[in-house]
């Protein structure tokens, strides 16, 4: 396994970690966790020594199967995280609501402490500011009693707005989304994170399964290697220097040895190397929905994620029509029915033209 410094903290993080979202459901179900435990001590058994994970994740099992897992490890061999929002905690920001929401993940985990704890998951500066207002303080008493060490930030914003987070100083790293599709939009937020000596933790490498679902349109990844496509878009993204670790949502002993396999022999690239080279190639493809479903919450009854899926495949030269009507059999003219409220735009990780594609979709009906 290949090991990189986690910002100036001192903690030497995989260079790919283990995401927990994507535990095996049917065992879940089964309520066979024990076997989804066996895929975390797999992972730490190959090297793996950083695991994320969060409330309500596969099914709210999430913390609790890795926490079966964990407690059979020597607490100094792993870094854990969980996270937490408003939300989480029901719009409720008292210290004690902070407090119990702290200590439920901390049972469920079998730990006395997280390595870090995140602001969970910001789309916005106004969401930032005003969720710091209310909890950053709660994270900061967490921290003088030991219960945390490290006060994190995951968000989904654009590199400007992330600049702005990162100016604050308030987090030791931040967790965001990045990959082949959308790396562009994220470049400023990396490198002042990066230059002011923050960890950088990055979720969803494959772009939401976008990335392998098309190993022709994304080959060029893997070019000059014996990698898969998927194991070459983890590998992009570990090889940024100023990423600590790739996040990898994983589900089976197979998917440990495909990212393992992932950075084996790493060679760490600047950042601004790595975009000229893609940018020479032509390939950016920002423009794409990653299915993250962030936006799904339209008053009109809109299923944008299937929709904008639909147009990915425009995008990517197939057939759009085909793809809502006999793929998600869902119908053109809904589309037609956006009020043009600009909700789901302002969710929208990618930042896509959403109302615009839905506009240009409800024209084939
Ligand atoms: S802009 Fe249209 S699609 Fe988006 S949330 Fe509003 S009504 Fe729904
Ligand atoms: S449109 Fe945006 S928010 Fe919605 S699923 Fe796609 S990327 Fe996610």
Request: net charge negative; proline share 2%; aromatic share 10%.
């Amino acid at each position: 396994m290949y090991y990189k410094q986690y910002g100036n903290t001192g903690m030497k993080v995989s260079a790919v970690g283990m995401g927990t979202m994507r535990y095996n459901d049917d065992d879940i179900t089964a309520g066979h966790l024990e076997k989804c435990a066996d895929v975390v001590l797999y992972a730490h058994e190959k090297g793996i020594n950083f695991f994320d994970s969060a409330p309500f994740y596969c099914q709210d099992k999430s913390e609790i199967i890795t926490g079966m897992a964990l407690s059979q490890l020597k607490r100094d061999s792993f870094y854990i995280s969980s996270k937490v929002n408003l939300g989480v905690l029901n719009n409720d920001s008292s210290a004690d609501a902070f407090r119990r929401r702290l200590e439920t993940s901390l049972k469920r985990l079998k730990v006395d402490y997280l390595d870090f704890y995140y602001l969970w998951c910001m789309l916005d500066l106004e969401s930032f500011r005003k969720q710091y207002d209310l909890l950053y303080k709660h994270f900061e008493q967490a921290k003088a009693d030991g219960l945390i060490r490290h006060i994190t930030i995951s968000s989904h914003m654009q590199g400007n707005e992330l600049e702005k987070v990162v100016e604050t100083g308030l987090f030791d790293g931040m967790l965001i989304g990045y990959n082949a599709l959308n790396y562009r939009f994220r470049q400023a937020g990396i490198a002042a994170a990066a230059a002011r000596g923050m960890g950088i933790a990055v979720m969803n490498p494959l772009g939401g399964g976008l990335i392998p679902q098309n190993p022709e349109t994304f080959s060029y990844l893997a070019e000059g290697t014996n990698l898969t496509v998927a194991q070459a878009a983890v590998r992009f993204v570990a090889s940024h220097k100023e990423i600590s670790v790739a996040l990898v949502g994983i589900s089976s002993k197979e998917q440990v040895d495909d990212a393992v396999k992932a950075v084996e022999n790493l060679v760490e690239r600047p950042a601004a190397e790595i975009y000229e080279e893609y940018e020479k190639k032509g390939i950016a493809l920002n423009n794409l929905c990653t299915g993250c479903a962030y936006c799904d919450h339209c008053p009109v009854g809109i299923e944008i994620p299937k929709y904008m899926d639909a147009y990915n495949a425009k995008l990517l030269g197939h057939d759009m029509a085909g793809r809502i009507k006999y793929h998600w059999h869902v119908p053109i003219s809904k589309a037609g029915e956006c009020i043009r409220c600009g909700q789901c735009e302002s969710l929208c990780t990618q930042h896509l033209p959403i109302m615009d594609r839905l506009e240009e979709i409800s024209r084939l009906s």
